[in-house]
């Protein structure tokens, strides 16, 4: 089987590997590096559940080969944070608002909205709503995790990290 060394940025770190050419990005994290965020449930790019940042932009990770990373910068949700102990605001809004029940698929959930704020700081619950279609979960009706989304761009909107209104109508 043909390798190919790859080195990249991996939540702040550089990371330098040799991988198997065929090996999916979302296997090496789990297998290689022990970030286990990066859920497989669907296998072809339907669920989000394996979603994660490269250059700023949300990507399924099981649709990505480890080989397309080199050069790169990667965040997971082990990495969304910023070390200091203090959750991301997306992470916090998740927990305030109760936007999670098996947990399962969250960490895809707030990897996509921690994107899409970037890009639209002003979010609407439609537009959650609307740019949420690529992720999936199976165990609540989506208005908790919808209010977590809007929750938590008001507060990057805002500089905090928690607080939020925690009340928004889907």
Do not use: W
Not at 94 to 103: E, K, L, P, R, W
């Amino acid at each position: 089987m043909p390798e190919t060394p790859i080195s990249f940025t991996l939540n702040g770190r550089p990371v330098a590997r040799t991988v198997p050419d065929h090996r999916l990005f979302r296997d090496f994290l789990r297998e290689e590096m022990r970030l286990t965020g990066a859920k497989g449930a669907c296998q072809d790019g339907m669920c989000g559940s394996c979603s994660v940042l490269v250059d700023s932009r949300v990507v399924k990770s099981c649709l990505l080969l480890a080989v397309e990373i080199d050069g790169r910068s990667v965040t997971t949700i082990e990495g969304l944070a910023d070390g200091s102990g203090e959750l991301h605001p997306v992470q916090q809004a998740f927990i305030d608002n109760f936007a999670f029940q098996c947990g399962f698929c969250t960490p895809g959930f707030i990897m996509t909205v921690s994107a899409i704020i970037r890009e639209n700081p002003e979010l609407t619950i439609e537009e959650a709503r609307e740019a949420l279609t690529g992720n999936i979960c199976r165990c609540t009706g989506y208005t908790k995790i919808l209010e977590a989304a809007v929750d938590a761009a008001g507060r990057i909107r805002n500089g905090a990290s928690s607080g939020g209104s925690g009340s928004v109508t889907a």
